[in-house]
């Protein structure tokens, strides 16, 4: 149920930063951030983990801030699989969705999932 709440809210993210940045990303329509998003939380499972473990001393010289880049070259991967229907721009227009993305997903999972009482 979290991983489809996952997909879900990376899909509003992206529509929401289309319709900010028109310019720099362009999404079709809401099913494809859907389909963009599932591919995204696909190579977040498979390619992700091959690409932490191969820039892990790098990304402990930056103390876990070329996590971002990672991100980036994933959100880029899926910019090239999905087509015309998803595109965006540039790297740093990538690297600046990963860290927004990345920033709404602690805050919405944080308030949603979070149950235990203070």
């Known amino acids: ?48 983990p091959i690409l932490v473990i191969l820039t892990l001393p790098v990304t402990v010289l930056t103390l876990g801030l070329f996590l971002f880049v990672i991100n980036a070259i994933t959100l880029l991967l899926t910019d090239r699989i999905i087509g015309e229907s998803f595109e965006i721009e540039g790297f740093g227009m990538a690297l600046f969705i990963s860290i927004v993305m990345s920033i709404a997903n602690v805050i919405i999972q944080k308030a949603v999932f979070d149950t235990k009482e203070k």
């Open 1 to 48: 149920m979290r991983w489809l709440f996952g997909i879900l809210i990376n899909a509003v993210i992206f529509v929401a930063l289309a319709g900010y940045f028109e310019k720099s990303i362009y999404i079709e329509g809401f099913g494809a951030a859907l389909g963009a998003s599932f591919v995204l939380a696909i190579l977040n499972i498979l390619v992700k």
